[in-house]
T-cell receptor, first 112, second 119 residues
Framework: EDQVTQSPEALRLQEGESSSLNCSYT??????LFWYRQDPGKGPEFLFT???AGEEKEKERLKATLTKKESFLHITAPKPEDSATYLC?????????????FGAGTQVVVTP | GAGVSQTPSNKVTEKGKYVELRCDPI?????LYWYRQSLGQGPEFLIY????????DSGLPNDRFFAVRPEGSVSTLKIQRTERGDSAVYLC?????????????????FGEGSRLTVL
């Protein structure tokens, strides 16, 4: 059965303190791995798509990487506005694009 | 519209009542999705529409849940005989065509959700 596990569940950082979030997955055939950001009371907001092992994507202070078993979201020199829950999701179904399996998320708090 | 719009934003109902939640996707998006998110969890897939038809409804938990998209745009999620365990945020998302091509992002655009509370 497809499974997505995110760690840690919560992360508290000082402004400027870099860190990494982990997303490990077990799927029969990965067709895409996604990172989303979710603010309280809002829907998830797209960050990155990764398709194959070795791929990397960057956006401002965020960088996502992918291996055959896990993905990392690196936050470099975070600012308070980076505080959010970061969700990882996988697309495993070959037929129903958008039928994602999400992890439970990592709640990140960045303090000034 | 500019984004995915969901109404109502909040719905409080009593156990056993019928509820309808509405989703207005981004104009021109053919693919529409319903997800459910419980507190502290990631979204859970319910159903996927491509145009007017339900392409995959494998995530609907039981036959109390039903969704329609009669004209290929607005969708309504209908829940009969609500139970306390149905309490959650119901998220709608849309995308331009579903399967990405040419290395596209394949991203889903989510609305802000409808928070359902069943007393």
């Amino acid at each position: 059965e497809d499974q997505v596990t995110q760690s840690p569940e919560a992360l508290r950082l000082q402004e400027g303190e870099s860190s990494s979030l982990n997303c490990s997955y077990t799927v029969s055939g990965l067709r895409g791995l996604f990172w989303y950001r979710q603010d309280p009371g809002k829907g998830p907001e797209f960050l990155f798509t990764l398709y194959s092992a070795g791929e990397e994507k960057e956006k401002e202070r965020l960088k996502a990487t992918l291996t055959k078993k896990e993905s990392f979201l690196h936050i470099t020199a975070p600012k308070p506005e980076d505080s959010a829950t970061y969700l990882c999701a996988v697309q495993a179904s070959p037929d129903s694009w958008g039928k994602f399996q999400f992890g439970a998320g990592t709640q990140v708090v960045v303090t000034p | 519209g500019a984004g995915v719009s969901q109404t109502p934003s909040n719905k409080v109902t009593e156990k056993g009542k019928y509820v309808e939640l509405r989703c207005d996707p981004i104009s021109g998006h053919t693919a529409l999705y319903w997800y459910r998110q419980s507190l502290g969890q990631g979204p859970e897939f319910l159903i996927y529409f491509q145009g007017t038809g339900a392409a995959d409804d494998s995530g609907l938990p039981n036959d109390r849940f039903f969704a329609v998209r009669p004209e290929g745009s607005v969708s309504t999620l209908k829940i009969q005989r609500t139970e306390r365990g149905d309490s959650a945020v119901y998220l709608c998302a849309s995308s331009s065509r579903g399967q990405p091509s040419g290395g596209g992002t394949g991203e889903l655009f989510f609305g802000e959700g409808s928070r359902l509370t069943v007393l």
